[in-house]
């Protein structure tokens, strides 16, 4: 398994933007597939946006399409979320995790190995 630690949550107007980062341990970040998920309180994780081991493939949930972008660095062994005109239905907890496979199931949570504890963002009206 691999760690991760993400950052870069914080308080922000809507409209603003925020970009998180996830740093992982070990020399074998570029065999996983990442993905960014988030949790609101009261609801359930859900999923956000993931990347392929070389970043040549991303999938976006609908609702965070056209303003959300997911990157990686396989030589800093990081995974980044770059979140442009966020809504105060962003807010939530926001979680990487790392996954051996890619495919039209990598939105289901059973697909990933590793979580991160979490970065929260706050978006205010």
């Known amino acids: 398994q691999v760690q991760l630690v993400e950052s870069g949550g914080g308080l922000v107007q809507a409209g603003g933007s925020l970009r998180l980062s996830c740093a992982a341990s070990?020399?074998?970040?570029?065999?996983?597939?990442m993905g960014w998920f988030r949790q609101a309180p009261g609801k359930e994780r859900e999923f956000v946006t993931a990347i392929s081991q070389s970043g040549s493939s991303t999938y976006y949930a609908d609702s965070v399409k056209g303003r959300f972008t997911i990157s990686r660095d396989n030589a800093k062994n990081t995974v980044y979320l770059q979140m442009n005109n966020l809504e105060p239905e962003d807010t939530a907890i926001y979680y990487c995790?790392?996954?051996?496979?890619?495919?039209?199931?990598?939105?289901?949570?059973?697909?990933?190995?590793?979580w991160g504890q979490g970065t929260q963002v706050t978006v205010s009206s």
């Open positions: 995790a790392a996954s051996r496979s890619y495919g039209q199931s990598i939105p289901l949570k059973s697909m990933y190995d590793s």
């Open positions: 070990g020399r074998t970040f570029r065999n996983y597939n």
